[in-house]
């Protein structure tokens, strides 16, 4: 009869153990929620270059923590498991490494991720959503399912799938300057002071700070019957544009002999602003040189530019034959 009993115990702790074990392997199983991510980039208004990069989601643990970096090599969809909690979430297109002109800092805080440019000249196309207070619930949690196949947006109710629409946050200026005397113009670059210098991804909102920014006209368009005067222009990108402030222009221009420069100073200069089709908008700053290009010679020239009035008077001769 002990036998039996010991034997009885000996099998219900067996099956004891054996349940709390599965019960603990379940638990550290569904740790995570599977999260699918979308993104629409019709309304980003980037160049078709975009299409070549991906994209990178970053999720900020809002009570606290490091941040879970997310890389999209398919920038329209991916997938990601995330622990309970709440979230705060950035998308952005490529990646902080994969911009030639455009660094980031403040990557730790939801708040203070900023970009910014690494030179004077006009920086990369920037576009970006956020999502603040996501939560990953305790009955998300081991819902690893497959990614579904089809993309797009899908019905609100989905907790487990972040549909996000990125919009441009860096603005267009374009710059067009009338010329007399262009045609002696080898090229010509201008700088643009009260440029914001950075811009907050959570926020939107472009710096305070400002710097001087430098762009490259091009484009050069002679105006109908002259062959010395006419336009120049350029349209670059920046990081914010304050149209209240003051903003002063310097053109600087290498002339055709390789070695005469023409400079122009424009001061507090008068800003417009066209509204788009796709719902952003373009600034413009349309500028008339007061100065004239001096006239000079071709680097190298053969001699054969020489002005008409230094000819000699035609004289009619008998030639004999």
């Not at 990953?136 to 989905?158: F, H, I």
């Not at 914001?196 to 105006?223: C, D, H, M």
């Not at 800003?271 to 796709?278: E, Q, T």
Request: net charge negative; with cysteine; charged share 25%.
């Amino acid at each position: 009869m002990k036998q039996d009993t010991s034997f009885l115990l000996s099998v219900l702790l067996f099956f004891c153990l054996y349940f709390s074990s599965c019960e603990r392997r379940e638990l550290t199983y569904f740790s995570a929620a599977q999260i699918t991510i979308s993104a629409d980039w019709s309304r980003a208004g980037l160049n078709d270059q975009e299409q070549n990069y991906g994209a990178t989601a970053v999720f900020y643990p809002v009570c606290g923590g490091k941040p879970i970096l997310v890389l999209m090599g398919d920038r329209k969809e991916t997938v990601v498991r995330l622990g309970e909690g709440l979230y705060d979430v950035i998308l952005f297109n490529r990646s902080f490494d994969d911009f030639g002109e455009i660094a980031f800092r403040g990557e730790d805080r939801y708040r203070t991720l900023e970009a910014y440019g690494t030179t004077a000249e006009s920086p990369d196309e920037l576009a970006a959503d956020r999502m603040e207070r996501f939560e990953v619930t305790p009955g998300m949690l081991g819902n690893y399912a497959p990614a579904p196949k089809t993309r797009g947006l899908v019905a609100e109710d989905d907790s487990c799938h972040l549909c996000f629409t990125p919009e441009k946050l860096t603005k267009e200026i374009t710059a067009l300057i009338r010329i007399k005397g262009m045609n002696n113009i080898r090229t010509a670059t201008c700088t643009l002071s009260g440029v914001s210098e950075s811009i907050f991804l959570a926020s939107g909102q472009s710096s305070e700070k400002t710097l001087t920014q430098e762009f490259t006209l091009r484009n050069p368009v002679f105006l109908p019957g002259s062959l010395t005067e006419g336009t120049m222009s350029a349209t670059f990108s920046v990081f914010g544009f304050d149209e209240t402030i003051r903003h002063d222009l310097h053109l600087n221009a290498l002339l055709v002999d390789g070695k005469t420069r023409f400079e122009e100073s424009f001061d507090n200069v008068k800003i417009s602003r066209a509204d788009n089709i796709d719902g952003t908008f373009t600034i413009i700053i349309d500028l008339t040189c007061t100065k004239t290009i001096p006239n000079v010679k071709v680097e190298g020239g053969s001699g054969l530019d020489a002005d008409v009035d230094d000819w000699p008077d035609e004289e009619d001769t008998d030639v004999n034959i």
